[in-house]
């Protein structure tokens, strides 16, 4: 199994940056490719960003040229910087981990417990 727990999210002005962090622990061989997803309350988790153990990555259209996924070279800790950020970007975010993009599209991974940014004046 694997276990992954998120942190650095947090309360930032419009504009300002926050970078967050996953860790996963467990059987990480397993894992390939990790990424990140955010929900509001009333709508479906969208995944936001995501990276292979192979370096590739991709973001929603909403987060291109703001955010940015990297991964450390152990490849058990994923990042998530943002940067620019608008109050829609306001969410509970989770990291999610899966042996395949396929499984991180469909976010049939494990989940982390989520952490909160709020992007407010």
């Known amino acids: 199994q694997v276990q992954l727990v998120e942190s650095g999210g947090g309360l930032v002005q419009p504009g300002g940056s926050l970078r967050l962090s996953c860790a996963a622990s467990?059987?990480?061989?397993?894992?390939?490719?990790m990424g990140w997803y955010r929900q509001v309350p009333g709508k479906q988790r969208e995944l936001v960003a995501g990276?292979?153990?192979?370096?590739?990555?991709k973001y929603a259209d909403s987060v291109k040229g703001r955010f940015t996924i990297s991964r450390d070279g152990a490849k058990s800790t994923v990042y998530l910087q943002m940067n620019s950020l608008k109050p829609e970007d306001t969410a509970a975010y989770y990291c999610?981990?899966?042996?395949?993009?396929?499984?991180?599209?469909?976010?049939?991974?494990?989940w982390g417990q989520g952490t909160q940014v709020t992007v407010s004046s």
């Open positions: 467990g059987i990480i061989s397993s894992i390939d490719v």
């Open positions: 990276i292979s153990s192979g370096g590739s990555t």
């Open positions: 999610n981990a899966g042996s395949s993009w396929f499984e991180l599209d469909r976010g049939s991974g494990p």
